[in-house]
């Protein structure tokens, strides 16, 4: 079992519509959870990061976090086509540990 | 944003060359990694440092070295490039927090190095 694990995707959703990706993780002392996107042939760029249980909301961006069910997921809201790119979740896996896991990331289009 | 450059963005270079991958970033960060991607797959940590004269082994085994001799300054080196090396690599940099919780990494904007 992978440390943080992402369906490849592709994920394709309307323009207008929420695309809602997802992200589990194994190990249940993970601390801090990212959420990148990346471009093709561009390095990744952070749009989110969360902490705690719960929601937190960033403009049409949403983290949620959930450490009982080791899941967080990001939630995009009126979804452009310049949203189209590839999400990366990370994690840092354990307290103290000052490296990330990064699952293998979602690829998500947004169909005009 | 964050300041962190790398150079150069592209490399073609032939098979035996010694190369160095430049990488520096202006925030003061302690804590540098360096990734390789290839097209399409996911990061994998190579090196990383916790700061000056601090450097150790990522989780996929590389044959590049790196140096920390000044805070900003994250240099990988290839002895000897093979086309095997052909791949894109992301350097990235991270401070510290109080509350002891890992902060966040930014990334340059890498390089892509095609080894012929």
């Known amino acids: 079992q992978k440390e943080v694990e992402q369906n490849s995707g592709p994920l394709s959703v309307p323009e207008g519509a929420i695309a809602s990706l997802n992200c589990t993780y194994s190990d249940r002392g993970s601390q801090s959870f990212f959420w990148y996107r990346q471009y093709s042939g561009k390095s990744p760029e952070l749009i989110m990061f969360i902490y705690s249980n719960g929601d937190k909301e960033d403009g049409r961006f949403t983290a949620q976090l959930n450490k009982a069910s080791q899941y967080v997921s990001l939630l995009i809201r009126d979804s452009q086509p310049s949203d189209s790119a590839t999400y990366l979740c990370?994690?840092?896996?354990?307290?103290?540990?000052?490296?990330?896991?990064f699952g293998t990331g979602t690829r998500l289009t947004i169909i005009p | 944003e964050a300041d962190i450059y790398q150079t150069p963005r592209y490399l073609v270079i032939g098979t035996g060359k010694k190369i160095t991958l430049e990488c520096s970033q202006t925030?003061?960060?302690?804590?540098m990694y360096w990734y390789q991607q290839d097209p399409g797959m996911e990061l994998h940590l190579i090196h990383y440092s916790y700061g000056v004269n601090s450097t150790e082994k990522g989780d996929l085994s590389s044959e590049s070295t790196v140096s920390r001799i000044r805070t900003e300054h994250f240099p990988l080196t290839l002895e000897s490039a093979r086309p095997s090396h052909t791949s894109q690599y992301l350097c990235a940099s991270s401070e510290y927090r109080a509350s002891g919780l890992l902060e966040t990494q930014y990334f340059g904007p890498g390089t892509r190095l095609l080894v012929l």
């Open positions: 990370a994690v840092n896996t354990s307290f103290g540990n000052e490296k990330l896991t």
């Open positions: 925030m003061g960060h302690d804590k």
